[in-house]
């Protein structure tokens, strides 16, 4: 069955730090793996997918993730953080062939930037 | 993307009663999906609506409770009937786009608080 997981709940970083926010996968046959943010009082806004080629993909807002298939995972970073960064972020997996379209979401993480 | 938008913004509902959610799309799409984003909780796929068939719900969910509506292939309705406080959720739709790897974009949002 597919799965993703968001081992934090939480990630606390500084203004102009770089951020990181994890997310494995666990999915039969190759994965399309996306990234959502929810600002508050809001709905979720696509950041960026892996489908296949480059394992960096870059998305909006600078932000950027890394599929590593061996260690089946797909963080998501930014070189920078802002404060305007702080929302809820999102970690979704859909499988390569499926006859479904349904997306998998991991639990979520809250990212809070200190200024 | 797709512009989505939906109504109403926001509702507090009494138990017993029923609330019909909107969900409109600025181009025409063919599939559509609802999802439940309980308080402080990930989002569940509630349920796939395609223009001119019946909705496919996922496990946990029936039509009896969640009745879709999918006149056309730019909008789509949920009701969420005899409503409990465990229905209080915010209820998104989302449609796919793209040609290659469709990616899902989500409307804001109905927040829902049943008392």
């Known amino acids: 069955a597919q799965s993703v997981a968001q081992p934090e709940d939480q990630v606390n970083v500084a203004e102009g730090n770089p951020l990181t926010v994890k997310c494995t996968y666990s999915?039969?046959?190759?994965?399309?793996l996306f990234w959502y943010v929810q600002y508050p009082n809001r709905g979720l806004q696509f950041l960026l997918k892996?489908?296949?080629?480059?394992?960096l993909v870059k998305g909006s807002y600078g932000f950027e993730a890394e599929f590593n298939k061996s260690q089946t995972s797909f963080h998501l970073k930014k070189p920078s953080a802002l404060v305007s960064d702080s929302a809820l972020y999102f970690c979704a997996v859909r499988a390569y062939g499926g006859a479904t379209n349904k997306l998998i979401f991991g639990t979520g993480t809250l990212l809070a930037v200190q200024p | 993307s797709a512009v989505i938008s939906q109504k109403p913004s926001r509702d507090i509902c009494q138990r017993g009663t029923s609330l019909t959610i909107q969900c409109q799309v600025d181009?025409?799409?063919?599939?559509m999906f609802w999802y439940r984003q309980q308080p402080g909780q990930s989002l569940t796929l509630i349920a796939t609506a395609n223009q001119g068939s019946e909705a496919t719900y996922e496990s946990g969910f029936v039509i009896d409770k969640f009745p879709i509506s999918r006149p056309n292939l730019t909008f789509s309705t949920l009701t969420v009937s005899n409503m409990s406080p465990e229905d209080s959720s915010i209820y998104l739709c989302?449609?796919?786009?793209?040609?290659?790897?469709?990616?899902?974009?989500f409307g804001p949002g109905t927040r829902l608080l049943v008392l």
């Open positions: 999915v039969s046959g190759n994965p399309y």
């Open positions: 989302s449609v796919e786009e793209g040609a290659v790897v469709e990616t899902q974009y």
């Open positions: 892996y489908i296949t080629g480059d394992n």
């Open positions: 181009s025409q799409v063919t599939m």
